[in-house]
């Protein structure tokens, strides 16, 4: 009998029980070629057929399941990945993440991407207003991109991206008029170092308008996320960093929807009246600062 014919059970009783059900598909199954997909396919039936034996799915929650998925998928998007909303509410992101970037030692750790990551960003010179009319209060960043022995690394290219002082980003907000703004790519020079001015970001919700939420608010009823600023670092010879630098001042660092908040990622966004900044600019009204160097492995 060649494999493709083979069967654990005979037909006659194949649908008798759900323990013959999993038995027949795992065999199927583990004729899969390639070794490493073999292994996910495996135990994902394995887990899948469990839990659904464990709550007793009926028939009408997978199809309602099934519907909601669909649903799921029409609200994905250049820059808005819903089923990503759902893994970060899952904690899955974050235990891909905590699997693949063990806490490294002297250096930056990593945090989620997030669903709201574009390729290909726009590129601003060092130093630029990167918030291009983006509502809020003035912040200027700066910080070094370092290696674990304290020297900078040079051309590095980062990615950087956050939320208005509505809690909103570009991507939610009209994209195909307006297209990005508090979203850039800027890249160091020799000097490992890097600054540029956007606005202060601020603690904001999950997306209010996809299938995600309907499932925190219908479960955990969590839904916000602290203040926080996206950053992507790429340059030869490191292993790339996703990460967040979060807002001490947030009232929501315990409560992350997402699971995202790191303890080392926390730093200080320090309030400053009118006056001087530190390059030099001559602010009109309050402004923040974050001064923040990241280092990689
Ligand atoms: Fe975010």
Not at 10 to 33: A, C, G, K
Not at 205 to 226: C, F, H, L, V
Request: glycine content about 6%; overall charge negative.
């Amino acid at each position: 009998m060649s494999n493709q014919n083979k069967t654990a059970h005979s037909i006659d009783n194949l649908y008798d029980s759900t323990e013959l059900i999993t038995q027949e598909v795992l065999m199927r199954y583990e004729q899969t070629p390639d070794p490493r997909l073999r292994e996910i396919m495996l135990s994902l039936i394995k887990h899948i057929h469990g839990f659904a034996k464990e709550v007793k799915l009926t028939s009408k929650e997978w199809l309602f399941a099934m519907q909601y998925l669909e649903e799921s998928g029409k609200w994905c998007s250049p820059g808005r990945n819903e089923f990503m909303i759902f893994s970060d509410a899952l904690g899955l992101s974050m235990l891909t993440v905590t699997q693949d970037y063990p806490k490294p030692a002297h250096a930056t750790e990593a945090t989620l991407v997030g669903p709201f990551l574009l390729e290909n960003a726009p590129e601003f010179a060092m130093g630029a207003d990167i918030s291009a009319g983006a509502a809020g209060t003035p912040m200027y960043a700066k910080g070094k991109i370092l290696d674990i022995h304290g020297k900078p690394i040079p051309n590095v290219t980062i990615d950087v991206w956050h939320s208005d002082d509505r809690g909103l980003y570009d991507v939610q907000d009209d994209f195909d008029s307006n297209g990005t703004w508090a979203r850039a790519v800027l890249k160091t020079d020799s000097s490992g170092e890097y600054h540029f001015w956007s606005v202060l970001p601020v603690d904001y919700p999950i997306p209010q308008d996809g299938t995600a939420i309907e499932m925190i608010k219908a479960t955990s009823g969590r839904t916000m996320r602290p203040a926080h600023l996206h950053f992507r670092i790429q340059c030869d010879g490191h292993k790339p960093l996703v990460t967040h630098i979060f807002d001490k001042n947030s009232a929501n660092l315990n409560n992350d929807a997402v699971f995202g908040v790191r303890p080392s990622l926390i730093a200080d966004f320090i309030h400053h009246p009118k006056g001087m900044a530190p390059d030099g600019k001559n602010m009109e009204r309050d402004f923040y600062t974050l001064n923040y160097d990241f280092i990689l492995p």
